[in-house]
């Protein structure tokens, strides 16, 4: 009771049985059956859902929706209801919140190493690792177990002063752009499938009609770059304005690509991106 796991209570007035539950009617009320002479308690101790290993959310969404958020931070969530959950950090704040964090490159060198790719999602597990990106597969199975429908990438670097901060919408342009980078290359149009977040101030994000090459044009309002078609396109040339700006965790382009600050790295400097 005391440690928040046990989050309802079935009492039996007439054997004077209690029976304890993991999980609550507003959670489970497709579960829920009348019993006569039983009473339904809600644990007032109990603990909010993603806060423990046993208690684990399916999605930072579905824990957000719930109402059991605790704000920024580690959530434990098992997308596949294997049994066998894992914490990831989620984004409970950003236009509404019930983000799960995908990747994060927060740059501790200057010289960074080669990008590690991990083949199955629970290595979100290790967020912290600058180097790590999710396989094409491994985000595939998450997109299906998980059922996510937006994306969104952000990028500061210190060099430039300037912030890329973007999400795909929740319509048929934005979920194009899931289908691209997750599914099939098609270079989806770039204008009216993303929306820009306050603290955005790209020079990428405010021409899009200047996105993308597609072999034989450049500007093309396009999402990405022709040559760009392998399994790794949605951390690499991801958004292009040729040779002038572009967004790439696997390269380190922040808004930037040619000019004084070409190639540049400080500490600090950091690639997100996350699922909802």
Same mark, same amino acid.
């Given at each position: ?10 009492? =039996? ?23 006569? @002479? ?26 957000? =929706? ?46 960074? $190493? ?12 290790? &967020?912290?690792?600058?180097? $790590? ?63 820009? @977040? ?51 965790? $696997?390269?380190?382009?922040? =808004? =930037? &690509? ?19």
């Amino acid at each position: 009771m005391e440690d928040g796991v046990c989050q309802s209570i079935n009492y =039996d007035t007439r054997h004077f049985h209690c029976q304890f539950s993991t999980e609550i009617k507003r959670h489970k009320p497709n579960k829920v059956q009348p019993k006569y @002479l039983g009473v339904y308690m809600e644990n007032p101790k109990r603990a909010n859902r993603g806060s423990h290993l046993l208690l684990a959310g399916h999605s930072c969404k579905e824990i957000k =929706d719930l109402g059991e958020s605790r704000g920024d931070g580690e959530y434990w969530i098992d997308p596949g209801n294997t049994g066998q959950p894992f914490t990831v950090y989620c984004d409970m704040t950003t236009d509404g919140g019930g983000w799960t964090l995908i990747m994060r490159a927060h740059l501790p060198t200057t010289a960074p $190493q080669p990008v590690v790719l991990e083949k199955e999602y629970k290595a979100l597990a290790s &967020y912290t690792n600058y180097r $790590q990106r999710l396989t094409l597969g491994a985000l595939k199975k998450l997109r299906k177990d998980m059922g996510f429908h937006q994306l969104r990438f952000r990028c500061r670097k210190k060099s430039i002063n300037r912030t890329l901060h973007i999400m795909t919408t929740n319509n048929t342009a934005g979920h194009k752009v899931l289908d691209h980078f997750l599914v099939k290359p098609t270079w989806p149009t770039a204008c009216n499938s993303f929306e820009r @977040l306050p603290d955005d101030t790209s020079i990428l994000a405010r021409n899009c009609m200047k996105w993308g090459h597609n072999g034989g044009n450049v500007e093309v309002n396009r999402w990405g770059r022709y040559s760009g078609y392998g399994g790794s396109r949605i951390h690499n040339n991801v958004i292009i304005w040729e040779k002038k700006y572009y967004f790439s965790s $696997q390269s380190y382009y922040c =808004d =930037d &690509y040619t000019g004084p600050t070409y190639g540049a790295l400080n500490v600090g400097d950091i690639w997100e991106m996350f699922v909802r």
